[in-house]
Structures are given as C-alpha cells and as structure tokens.
C-alpha cells in the first residue's frame, strides 16, 4: 500500500521525503492547455532534472535527499506528493505549518546523516508498470527493515515520483 512520507518518517524505515508544497509561480492556471499529468506547465517542468528511468529518477531524488539538493529534490517530485506530505508531516507535529520543501529537504538530510544512509548503497529495482505509472522498490544496503516502494509517473516524457510507502 502507498503511503504518504510523514507516517513512514515515524519509523525512519527509510528516510523519505517530508516536504512542503513547491509548486510556486510554476502552476499554471486551471483550465490551461498546457497542463501536464503533475499539474505544472510543460514549460516548468522542462527544469526537472532528466532520469533515464523511473529507477533513474529515484537515485536522483534519493542523491538529492542526501546532499540537502532541495532545487533538484522538489523538482522530481509531483506537486500532489509533495502537498500530501505537507498534510500529513504538520498532522504529524513533523514539520511546523510554515513548513517550505526546502525545510523538508533539510530534515530528510539529517536523517540520513542520523541513520548512516548513502543513496550509492540503495538498490533500486522496478516492480511494477502499469502504464505511465511504475512501482520501484528500494533497499539499503547494510539497513534494516523492508524495502520501501515509490511511485513514479510519466509526466510527458519526464519521470516524476508522485508517492512513496511500504
């Protein structure tokens, strides 16, 4: 089952994204043409960081997550993933309610430096595809616990990772 980062942060399974909304000007108005699966323009999300794959895209948000990247982090993730987990990290006591994806990010390279995690020894497997939507698992090398599972979308030829969950 997919679950949002705060609930899975509790237990510090695997360190995953808490991050506040970042959509910013970047959102298009409703009604536009030009919106894509994420809800941005496809001009906003020309400055996503290109993966390869949707394993690609995991290992860049994973490395992003580790060296407090919070440009390239924020960009690889939906703007539905990242207001989810705005929801629930201020539910949570988690984040505070000004909470910005930059303070998510932050949070999330500390406990990496906390747990001894290094995104060069997670393994990143794809699972599943259904369509433009794939699920792949990551397990960390030398950690303990299940592997973790992210979604990730297609977003017009750009790999986005819109949930993550047990």
Same mark, same amino acid.
């Given at each position: 089952?997919?679950?949002?980062?705060?609930?899975?942060?509790?237990?510090?399974?695997?360190?995953?994204?808490?991050?506040?909304?970042?959509?910013?000007?970047?959102?298009?108005?409703?009604?536009? /043409? *030009? #919106?894509?699966?994420?809800?941005?323009?496809?001009?906003?999300? &020309? !400055? @996503?960081?290109?993966? +390869?794959?949707?394993?690609?895209?995991?290992?860049?948000?994973?490395?992003?997550?580790?060296?407090?990247?919070?440009?390239?982090?924020?960009?690889?993730?939906?703007?539905?993933?990242?207001?989810?987990?705005?929801?629930?990290?201020?539910?949570?006591?988690?984040?505070?309610?000004?909470?910005?994806?930059?303070?998510?990010?932050?949070?999330? /390279? *500390? #406990?990496?430096?906390?747990?001894?995690?290094?995104?060069?020894? &997670? !393994? @990143?497997?794809?699972? +599943?595809?259904?369509?433009?939507?794939?699920?792949?698992?990551?397990?960390?090398?030398?950690?303990?616990?299940?592997?973790?599972?992210?979604?990730?979308?297609?977003?017009?030829?750009?790999?986005?990772?819109?949930?993550?969950?047990?």
């Amino acid at each position: 089952m997919l679950q949002t980062p705060a609930s899975l942060a509790v237990g510090l399974l695997c360190v995953l994204p808490l991050v506040a909304a970042c959509g910013g000007d970047e959102t298009p108005a409703p009604g536009s /043409a *030009d #919106l894509t699966v994420d809800g941005r323009s496809s001009t906003a999300l &020309a !400055d @996503v960081p290109e993966a +390869d794959s949707p394993e690609g895209a995991v290992r860049m948000l994973l490395t992003a997550y580790g060296e407090n990247d919070a440009d390239t982090a924020c960009a690889l993730q939906t703007v539905r993933y990242t207001q989810a987990a705005l929801e629930e990290s201020i539910g949570a006591d988690t984040l505070g309610d000004d909470a910005t994806c930059a303070d998510g990010i932050q949070l999330g /390279a *500390d #406990l990496y430096e906390l747990r001894g995690l290094d995104a060069s020894t &997670a !393994d @990143v497997e794809r699972v +599943d595809e259904e369509g433009d939507v794939v699920t792949v698992e990551v397990r960390w090398s030398g950690a303990e616990g299940d592997a973790t599972a992210f979604r990730v979308v297609d977003a017009g030829g750009t790999w986005l990772v819109d949930g993550s969950g047990e």
